[in-house]
Nanobody
């Protein structure tokens, strides 16, 4: 059983910062890409940032220069540092990961989601 648990959301004023964390746990064999998505009320879920197990990161145009994604492979954790937050960044933020995990005598690959954490940017 693989779980992704997010933390770090909350209420912040415009221009402020927040750091989101997402820890993967369970019988993990390996983790490929990890990423953050967000969904605002009435809108579709969108990719915010992604980081592969190796190689370069990618960001949505709307967050480039303000958000930074990073990961600690030893802790199976991905982070999202969000600076210069704007009201339009308000959304539920979801962690996503491409994980291969032990299942009985096999290794199975799956795409996993966290439960979401609310980020509200408001004065």
């Amino acid at each position: 059983q693989v779980q992704l648990v997010e933390s770090g959301g909350g209420l912040v004023q415009p221009g402020g910062s927040l750091r989101l964390s997402c820890a993967a746990s369970g019988s993990i064999f390996s983790i490929r890409a990890m990423g953050w998505y967000r969904q605002a009320p009435g809108k579709e879920r969108e990719l915010v940032a992604a980081i592969p197990s190796g190689g370069s990161t990618n960001y949505a145009d709307s967050v480039k220069g303000r958000f930074t994604i990073s990961r600690d492979n030893a802790k199976n954790t991905v982070y999202l540092q969000m600076n210069s937050l704007k009201p339009e960044d308000t959304a539920v933020y979801y962690c996503n990961a491409d994980i291969s995990a032990h299942y009985k005598s096999e290794i199975r690959r799956g795409n996993y989601w966290g439960q979401g954490t609310q980020v509200t940017v408001s004065s």
